[in-house]
C-alpha cells in the first residue's frame, strides 16, 4: 500500500499537477478517456507482467529479453529505456523549473540554467543518500504534498466563487466541461484511441519501465505487489479527476475575472486562445498564473510546495534507475567480475553523474522548444521511445519463436519509429482527415513486432548468446 500511495508521486508528477487542469480549455475532461485506459493497462502489468518478473527474479526487468531472446534484444531494450525515461524525466523536470523560472526567479534575476544546474544538484545529493527503499519512503511524504496542494486549491477556488459540490458540478456542466466521450473517429482524441492508447501506455510506461517495476517488485511477495498495482490504478484514476476538476475550476475562476477564448490567426493558422488580461494562459499556464496573481500569497505557496513535491519523485526516480539500468543491462557491471567493489562504486557515481549532466541539456532542450501543453509531448515521445520495447517484450511472451543475436534487431527498433513518424505526418492527408493520437504507440510496437517475426526462426531453433 505504501508502495502504491509513494508511486502517485511518481506516475503523475509535475505534469499532472499543471498541464492535466490545463486540458480542460479545449479539451474537457477528455483526457479521462486515457485514464480509463491505464486502469485496464494496469490489470496487464499485474496479471501478466508481474508473475513474469517475480518467477525469474529479475534484478533488472530487461534480463528477460536477454533469457528470452538474447544480447541483442536484452541491451536494446534496456537502450530504449533509457532514451524514453531519459526524455520523459526531463521533460517533467522542464515542466516545473519553468514555472518555478516564470513566476518567481525571472523577477530575481536568476538566470533558466542556473534554476536548472541548482535544482539538479539537489536531486544528485538526494538521490545518493539512499536506494529504492529510501525512494519509496520519500515518495510517499511527497505524494502527500501533493494531494494536500490538489485539495486546498480546490476548497479555495470553490469558496471564492460561492459553489458548493452540487453547483460546481452545474457549473461545469453548463460551460461544457464535463464533456467525456470524444465521438470523432478523426480526432486525435477519439475514445476507443484514447482507451486503448492508454491502456498501451501503461503497459509500456509502467509494465516495461525499470522505474516504476523496480519499486514493485523490492515488495516481498508477487500477491503484494499485484494489490499495490491495482490499489495505485483505482487511486491514481481518483486523484486525475480532481486535477480535472481543478481544471474546470480555473477556467471558471478566470472567466470570473474577465477572462475569455478568442480565436487568434498564428502563423496562418487559427489557433484558440484563452486571454486573461491580455494574457494567453491556456494550457499549462493557467494554473501558475492564478495561483501566483489572482489568489491569496498562502495559495501561491501551497502551489510552490505541491510543485516542488511533484518534482522530486519523478527526477530522483528517473536517475536511480537509469543509473542502474546502465551498469547492470550495459555495461555488465554485476557480470564483472574483475573489477574491484571500490571500482564499480566509482563507476556507479560516474554514471549517474553523466545523466545528471545529460538531464540539464535535454532540459535546456525543452526550455529551446517552449511547447505550451508539455503532456502532449511526453505522450508523443513515449508513442516513439516505447513501442520497440512493447513489440519486443510482446513478442517474447506471445510467441515461442527465436531471434538470432546481431545488428539486425537494434535496426528494426530504429526503423520502426521513423516509420510510425511519416505516417503520423501525413495521416490527415493518406486516411481523410483521420489523425492518429496515443494509437502511435501501438503501431510502434507492432511494427517492431513484424520485424522481429520476419528475422526469427520457429521453435526448436536455438540461438547461443555470448556476455
Known amino acids: 500500500m505504501l508502495v ?10 509535475g505534469v499532472t499537477f499543471v498541464s492535466v487542469p490545463g486540458t480542460v480549455g479545449l479539451g474537457s475532461f477528455g483526457y479521462f478517456q486515457v485514464v480509463i485506459g491505464y486502469f485496464l493497462g494496469y490489470f496487464v502489468v ?89 525512494i519509496v519512503f520519500t515518495d510517499t511524504l511527497q505524494t502527500s504534498f501533493i494531494l494536500i496542494g490538489l485539495l486546498v486549491c480546490v476548497a479555495y477556488i470553490m469558496n471564492s466563487l460561492n459553489l458548493g459540490m452540487a453547483s460546481t458540478w452545474g457549473e461545469l456542466k453548463s460551460h461544457n466541461y464535463l464533456h467525456l466521450l470524444n465521438t470523432d473517429y478523426k480526432s486525435a482524441g477519439y475514445f476507443l484511441k484514447s482507451i486503448i492508447g492508454g491502456a498501451f501506455i501503461t503497459i509500456a510506461m509502467t509494465g516495461l519501465d525499470q522505474e516504476m517495476m523496480q519499486k514493485n517488485i523490492s ?22 479527476f480532481i486535477f480535472l476538476v ?40 493557467i494554473f501558475p498564473q492564478i495561483a501566483f496573481n489572482y489568489l491569496p500569497p498562502v495559495i501561491g505557496i501551497i502551489f510552490i510546495i505541491g510543485l516542488i513535491s511533484a518534482l522530486f519523485p519523478s527526477a530522483d526516480g528517473a536517475l536511480t534507475a537509469l543509473t542502474s539500468s546502465f551498469c547492470i543491462d550495459i555495461i555488465g557491471l554485476k557480470r564483472n567480475e574483475a573489477w574491484t567493489e571500490n571500482k564499480k562504486k566509482n563507476i556507479r557515481i560516474t554514471t549517474h553523474m553523466i545523466f545528471a549532466l545529460i538531464f540539464f541539456l535535454c532540459v535546456l532542450l525543452f526550455k529551446w522548444i ?45 526503423v520502426a519509429p521513423a516509420i510510425c513518424y511519416y505516417v503520423s505526418e501525413h495521416s490527415a492527408t493518406w486516411f481523410g482527415g483521420y489523425q492518429i493520437g496515443v494509437e502511435l504507440l501501438i503501431l510502434n510496437g507492432l511494427l517492431t513486432f513484424i520485424g522481429l517475426f520476419i528475422i526469427s526462426k520457429g521453435k526448436g531453433h536455438e540461438i547461443s548468446a555470448v556476455l
Open 246 to 285: 481543478l481544471g474546470g475550476l480555473l477556467y471558471l475562476f478566470a472567466i470570473n475575472k474577465g477572462g475569455a477564448f478568442e480565436q487568434v490567426l498564428v502563423n496562418g493558422k487559427q489557433q484558440t486562445q484563452f486571454l486573461l488580461d491580455g494574457k494567453n494562459i491556456i494550457g499549462d499556464n
Open 370 to 414: 517552449d511547447n505550451k501543453s508539455i503532456i502532449d509531448i511526453i505522450l508523443k515521445l513515449a508513442g516513439y521511445t516505447y513501442g520497440p520495447l512493447l513489440g519486443l517484450f510482446a513478442f517474447g511472451i506471445l510467441t515461442k519463436r527465436k531471434i538470432a543475436d546481431g545488428i539486425v534487431v537494434p535496426i528494426i527498433c530504429l
Open 46 to 134: 499485474a496479471f501478466v507482467l508481474l508473475p513474469l518478473y517475480y518467477r525469474m527474479n529479475l534484478t533488472s526487468i530487461y534480463s528477460y529479453l536477454l533469457q528470452r531472446l538474447g544480447v541483442s534484444s536484452y541491451k536494446t531494450g534496456a537502450l530504449f529505456f533509457i532514451i524514453s525515461r531519459t526524455f520523459g524525466a526531463t521533460a517533467r523536470l522542464y515542466l516545473v523549473i519553468n514555472v518555478l523560472q516564470i513566476f518567481i526567479l525571472d523577477n530575481m534575476g536568476v538566470p533558466f540554467w542556473l534554476t536548472t544546474f541548482v535544482i539538479l544538484l539537489m536531486i544528485i545529493l538526494y538521490t545518493f543518500k539512499g536506494g529504492v527503499k529510501t
Open 4 to 13: 502504491a500511495f509513494g508511486m502517485i508521486g511518481t506516475s503523475l508528477s
Open 219 to 240: 515488495v516481498r511477495t508477487l500477491g503484494d505487489s499485484q494489490k499495490n498495482m491495482i490499489t495505485l490504478s483505482l487511486l491514481q484514476g481518483v486523484v486525475v
